[in-house]
């Protein structure tokens, strides 16, 4: 894999896509403002204009295109040695990239392209159930929590996100989500919605069960596809460190159902998954190639507010029925839980002080809200890990 974006591969990959799948004239038009949006004449008059805006008229510096993958996984392993992941919508024509680190060096294992995305999947999902794409994943993630496995409906996801013929890459069938009409979304075609035999969740809709096993199976879906993906990495390479990044990398129930296989000894996704995190490897990458310097591994997090430390004697917290603020007890020993805890409307999670993940850093957060307002999964759940409660 090339570690400059390259126009011409995306140019020449263009018509080979076209051929094999049924593309209609709507995409067709996306496809040429993508190519437009790669020129590098576009992106250095783009760049110029912002740099003015936020600078003034100094002397604007020089542009190194990189590949956007390779900015993701340059950016995120802490490890000497260790499989690492990069998967997110569509980077240049990329959606998912395995890669060997080995010291300093990257080597691309496999590579995912265009139009097999379980990013755009996941947004097209994250849309259907009445939430926004590219933000509201996490009400999808929370959502599944609520599911319960529906082999119907399990079925019906398995025909648009499915394994390859290798039985190891993803394949996803872009008919659902890219290529036909969208007159319910950007984000997926009319087909998906007569595949699911229901009409898209409005915003302002109640979700109900079959909102919950969709979420389910989607969320499954995904764990399934990646595992299978970073297992075979594991395997071939008989490294057992495994680093998470690109947006789909923000998926913390992912990233806990890979880590909770026995084959897989310690995992880091990177704090910075998306391509804010990308923009950090973009900036190591054009050093390395224009200097040669390479970045040290990654030990401590500037960019990142870590938070306060939490001593032990002062964990467990819930509202006072006599002070404004909260009150603090003795650290009690999971998994007990404080009669505050049995209590109406009351929320209960683990806390882990500045990323630890010892005993002595773990802290129990008791909550009750304030106002009556309707509770939903989406606004209550909590992220844990290991699999969904309800599997």
Same mark, same amino acid.
């Given at each position: ?150 082999? /119907? ?69 995904? /764990? ?168």
């Amino acid at each position: 894999m090339e570690r400059m974006t390259d126009t011409a591969r995306l140019l020449d990959q263009g018509p080979e896509h076209n051929a094999e799948w049924a593309v209609d004239d709507q995409t067709r038009v996306w496809q040429r403002w993508l190519l437009g949006w790669f020129d590098p004449a576009a992106m250095q008059c783009y760049h110029h204009r912002h740099w003015r805006k936020e600078f003034g008229d100094l002397r604007f510096p020089p542009l190194y295109p990189m590949a956007h993958h390779f900015g993701h996984a340059l950016a995120q392993s802490p490890f000497d040695q260790a499989v690492c992941l990069t998967i997110d919508g569509s980077g240049d024509q990329h959606t998912a990239v395995v890669w060997r680190k080995d010291g300093d060096a990257l080597e691309a294992l496999r590579e995912v392209f265009i139009p097999h995305s379980l990013g755009w999947f996941y947004a097209a999902i994250t849309e259907y159930l009445g939430f926004e794409a590219y933000d509201g994943e996490y009400k999808v993630m929370g959502l599944a929590a609520y599911g319960r496995p529906d082999p /119907e409906l399990q079925a019906k996801v398995g025909r648009v996100v499915g394994v390859a013929a290798d039985g190891i890459e993803f394949r996803v069938e872009p008919r659902y989500l890219h290529h036909g009409a969208h007159t319910w979304s950007g984000r997926f075609t009319d087909e998906l919605v007569e595949l699911l035999g229901r009409p898209p969740r409005r915003p302002d809709d109640e979700l109900i069960r079959w909102h919950e096993d969709l979420a389910y199976a989607a969320q499954d879906a995904l /764990e399934v596809a990646v595992s299978r993906l970073v297992l075979w990495g594991v395997r071939t390479t008989g490294i057992h460190e495994v680093c998470i990044g690109g947006g789909v990398g923000l998926n913390v129930k992912m990233n806990s159902r890979l880590f909770e296989h026995p084959e897989v000894d310690d995992l880091f996704a990177q704090p910075l998954c998306s391509d804010s995190g990308a923009a950090i490897g973009a900036a190591l990458a054009a050093c390395l190639e224009q200097t040669g310097a390479r970045p040290e591994p990654l030990r401590t997090w500037p960019w990142v507010r870590p938070g306060p430390t939490t001593t032990s004697s002062a964990c467990w917290r819930w509202p006072s029925s006599t002070t404004s603020g909260p009150t603090t007890s003795a650290r009690l020993s999971p998994p007990s839980l404080p009669p505050a805890a049995s209590s109406a409307g009351s929320k209960a999670g683990w806390r882990l002080a500045r990323g630890r993940s010892d005993s002595e850093a773990s802290s129990p957060i008791l909550g009750a809200p304030t106002t009556a307002t309707r509770s939903t999964p989406s606004s209550s759940s909590v992220s844990t890990g290991g699999r969904s409660a309800r599997r």
